[in-house]
């Protein structure tokens, strides 16, 4: 009669435990979703970013542009002040638009992430609760205790079951 209801009790404990275990890959696989799109959020800003800058840069390259940004420095080669401002930005428009390439790349590679992460979230959550899990879902709807409260509970449950258990050996053995 012990050993039944020590049984039931290690069965339920096993139950619990591999139903939070389901229900947390479920949500680890939302939660890597919602990190993806963060990431891809900040990524487009970045890219937006340098977008508007590589745009500034090209009104910049405009000779006329150049030509008034150098208006107020005199000097004996002006030639070589022009050339030298619009190889600056050049190089500048340059690196943005590497920086630009590496995050077009970037960006790709999120969105094909986020696509592989919502799949699995949806294989996941399709696979359908387990009546564990549906008993774990309707006690915390229903339960006035905290999670900590409950998770004493069970702790107690257990450590007493494994001294019941403990103590039937013991009979067991005696009796022999």
């Known amino acids: 009669m012990k050993l039944g209801l020590i049984s039931i009790l290690l069965t339920s404990l096993v139950l619990v435990s591999t139903s939070s275990i389901f229900a947390q890959s479920t949500t680890d696989a939302a939660e890597k979703a ?3 799109r963060l990431q891809l959020l900040d990524v487009q800003a970045k890219e937006a970013s340098l977008q508007e800058r590589v ?7 405009k000779p006329e542009n150049i030509e008034r940004s150098l208006a107020g420095i005199g000097s004996t080669r002006p030639e070589e002040l022009r050339e030298h ?5 050049q190089i500048e428009k340059d690196s943005l638009l590497t920086q630009l390439g590496h995050l ?8 094909s992430a986020i696509a592989t992460a919502e799949a699995d979230a949806y294989h996941q959550s399709a696979k359908g609760a387990s009546p564990a899990t549906l008993d774990q ?6 339960s006035v205790l905290p999670k900590w409260v409950t998770l004493l509970g069970l702790t107690l449950m257990l450590a ?3 001294a019941g258990l403990v ?6 053995q005696r009796s022999r």
């Open 137 to 142: 879902v309707l006690i915390a709807q229903y």
């Open 85 to 89: 401002r619009r190889r600056q930005l």
């Open 104 to 111: 077009a790349k970037t960006r790709a590679s999120l969105e």
């Open 160 to 162: 007493l079951g494994i």
């Open 34 to 36: 919602d990190n993806l």
């Open 55 to 61: 745009r500034q840069l090209d009104e910049d390259l």
């Open 167 to 172: 103590l039937f050996i013991r009979r067991f």
